[in-house]
Nanobody, 123 residues
């Protein structure tokens, strides 16, 4: 089990950028696939991106491909989400999560979740 804490959310204008961080506690962080999800009001939780335990493999939702980049630093027990060219439709609470499965895209495949960080993009 890992404990996850997201940070870096905030208010940004359309076209701007934000970098989210997710700090993990626990000695087994480097053995987990890490993912980012988001949830807008009244909508289901949506997969954004995932990264393998080594960082060598990544996978993105079509909605963010080319704009968002997931990365990790196992020495710092941290996973990042660099978000560029943000649009109002990217407004949501963003969550990081940990999984024992290789690059899963569905929430039920993730076993540990952070509390979320709000990202608001104004037009």
């Amino acid at each position: 089990q890992v404990q996850l804490v997201e940070s870096g959310g905030g208010l940004v204008q359309a076209g701007g950028s934000l970098r989210l961080s997710c700090a993990a506690s626990g000695r087994t962080f480097s053995s987990y696939t890490m993912g980012w999800f988001r949830q807008a009001p009244g909508k289901e939780r949506e997969f954004i991106a995932a990264i393998s335990w080594s960082g060598s493999s990544t996978y993105y939702a079509d909605s963010v491909k080319g704009r968002f980049t997931i990365s990790r630093d196992n020495a710092k027990n941290t996973v990042y989400l660099q978000m560029n060219s943000l649009q109002p439709e990217d407004t949501a609470v963003y969550y990081c999560a940990a999984s024992r499965v290789v690059l899963p895209t569905t929430p039920e495949r993730y076993v540990d979740w952070g509390q979320g960080t709000q990202v608001t993009v104004s037009s």
